[in-house]
């Protein structure tokens, strides 16, 4: 299982840094993603982070603003999210999958966990 959390009400241009928590399995075998969903919108991608952590992507419109990171350790990843705007609004998944950028691949999903950027 999949765990987010960490979202809450932002004002714009303001932080927040979300975490997934993996129970039951370890995710280290795992691509690591964060994907989110606006009211009305389809789901979209945000970004992943490889196995090693080494490789990371990123979607254009949060690129040089979130930052995903891994904690193999704790079993959790992380979405650091600055400069937010109202746009980041959604609910925001983590999940795990087999491959990067092959978004088709993810096979585990947390429940979501609301960001709201008040402008």
């Known amino acids: 299982q999949l765990q987010a959390s960490g979202g809450g009400l932002v004002q714009a241009g303001g932080s927040l840094r979300l975490s997934c928590a993996a129970s039951g399995r370890t995710f280290s075998s795992y691509v690591m993603g964060w994907f989110r969903q606006a009211a009305g919108k389809e789901r979209e991608f945000v970004a992943e982070?490889?196995?090693?952590?080494?490789?990371?992507f990123y979607t254009d419109s949060v690129k040089g603003r979130f930052t995903i990171s891994r904690d193999s350790a704790k079993n959790t990843v992380y979405l650091e999210m600055n400069s937010l705007i109202s746009e980041d609004t959604a609910v925001y998944y983590c999940a795990a999958g087999l491959f990067l950028q092959r978004p088709s691949t993810y096979q585990f999903w947390g429940q979501g966990t609301l960001v709201t950027v008040s402008s």
């Open positions: 982070i490889s196995r090693s952590g080494g490789s990371t």
